[in-house]
C-alpha cells in the first residue's frame, strides 16, 4: 500500500491505528536531504490558538498577521471560516522557514508538530471506533528509520502537542457542534463574527472594550483585567460568546437591564430588536 496522499477512506481502513506507547523511528534535522522539503507547497490549516501564538511570537496585531501571512477559506463545502498559512507565491515555501530551519519553531503550529503522524477522527465515531494516531509516510521525507524509537507518547510530548490540543479543544468542539448538521448557512455577519473571534483576536479585544459590548453583557471584573493582556483568555470569551450569538447557547448572560428593554420593545408592533453585538 502506498501512503502518498491517503484518502480519509484507506487511513480509516489500512492505517495502523497507534496507541500511547506504540513506537516508531523517525527522526529530523539539517544533515538529512530532505531537510525543511517538508515545508514546501503544504496547505497547513491553522487553528486559532496557531493563530495566537504566531502572531505574539512575530509581535503583530492578529489583523497584520492575518493580512500578511495567511489566506481565508470559505467555499461551497464549508460551514465556517478557516484560514491557512499563506505559502511564498514564487517560491511555494513557508514564510518562516530558511536553510536554517523553521524561524517560529518554539510557536510552530499544531500540523507541524505532529508531522509526520496524522490524526484520523471517524465520521460518525463510536465507542470502538474512536479518534486514532497514524504514522504518515512521504517520499519526500527521509527522516524514517533514522535515529531511536519512541512510543507516541513520548513523541507528543516532546512536540509539545498536548498544549496545543488542550487549547484547541473549545474550538474543536465549535467545529463539531450539532448546528452544522442542520443545514443552516450562516450570513455574511454571522461569518465574520465567526473569524474575528477565531482568529482576529485583538480586532475582537477592540470590539470588547470599544463598543457596548459591556454594557450588554455581565462580565466580572477580574476577567474584564484578564481580557485586557492575556490572549488565552480572550480566546476563550470570545469563543463563548461565538456559541452564545450563533447556536444560542446560555454561554454568556446578557444584563438584566437590556434583557428586559428588549422583552418590553418585542412586544410592541413595529419594533426591531438590536442584536447582541
Known amino acids: 500500500m502506498s501512503d502518498q496522499n491517503p484518502t480519509a477512506k484507506s487511513i480509516l481502513q489500512d492505517f495502523p491505528r497507534m496507541t500511547s506507547g506504540d513506537q516508531f523511528v523517525f527522526r529530523c534535522g539539517r544533515d538529512l536531504d530532505c531537510f525543511t522539503t517538508c515545508c514546501h507547497d503544504v496547505s497547513i490549516v491553522l487553528t486559532p490558538y496557531d493563530v495566537l501564538r504566531l502572531?505574539?511570537?512575530?509581535?503583530?496585531?492578529?489583523?497584520?498577521?492575518?493580512?500578511?501571512?495567511?489566506l481565508p477559506l470559505l467555499n461551497a463545502e464549508q460551514k465556517f471560516p478557516l484560514v491557512i498559512l499563506r505559502m511564498d507565491p514564487e517560491t511555494k515555501k513557508c514564510p518562516f522557514v530558511s536553510e536554517r530551519g523553521c524561524g517560529v519553531y518554539g510557536d510552530r503550529p499544531w500540523a507541524c508538530r505532529m508531522y509526520p503522524l496524522g490524526v484520523a477522527t471517524p465520521k460518525q465515531a463510536t465507542p470502538a471506533d474512536q479518534p486514532f494516531h497514524f504514522v504518515l509516510r512521504e517520499d519526500l521525507c527521509h527522516g524514517h528509520g533514522c535515529g531511536g524509537a519512541r512510543s507516541l507518547g513520548e513523541w507528543l510530548s516532546e512536540q509539545g502537542v498536548e498544549?496545543?490540543?488542550?487549547?484547541?479543544?473549545?474550538?474543536?468542539?465549535?467545529?463539531?457542534?450539532?448546528?452544522?448538521?442542520?443545514?443552516?448557512?450562516?450570513?455574511?455577519?454571522?461569518?465574520?463574527?465567526?473569524?474575528?473571534?477565531?482568529?482576529?483576536?485583538?480586532?475582537?479585544?477592540?470590539?470588547?472594550?470599544e463598543s457596548r459590548f459591556l454594557q450588554l453583557f455581565e462580565v466580572d471584573e477580574a476577567?474584564?483585567?484578564?481580557?485586557?493582556?492575556?490572549?488565552?483568555?480572550?480566546?476563550?470569551f470570545a469563543l463563548l460568546w461565538l456559541r452564545f450569538c450563533i447556536f444560542g447557547e446560555k454561554s454568556m448572560k446578557m444584563r438584566g437591564a437590556v434583557v428586559e428593554a428588549r422583552r418590553q420593545a418585542a412586544a410592541e408592533p413595529g419594533t426591531v430588536v438590536p442584536q447582541e453585538s
Not at 479543544?169 to 467545529?175: D, G, N, S, V
Not at 476577567?223 to 476563550?236: K, M, Y
Open 163 to 209: 498544549e496545543y490540543e488542550m487549547m484547541a479543544a473549545p474550538f474543536q468542539e465549535i467545529t463539531l457542534h450539532e448546528f452544522w448538521e442542520r443545514g443552516t448557512a450562516l450570513t455574511p455577519e454571522q461569518v465574520a463574527m465567526f473569524y474575528m473571534a477565531c482568529y482576529d483576536l485583538d480586532r475582537f479585544r477592540r470590539f470588547v472594550f
Open 223 to 236: 476577567r474584564i483585567e484578564a481580557l485586557r493582556s492575556d490572549d488565552e483568555e480572550l480566546l476563550e
Open 55 to 70: 502572531k505574539k511570537a512575530l509581535g503583530l496585531d492578529s489583523s497584520e498577521f492575518l493580512e500578511r501571512y495567511t
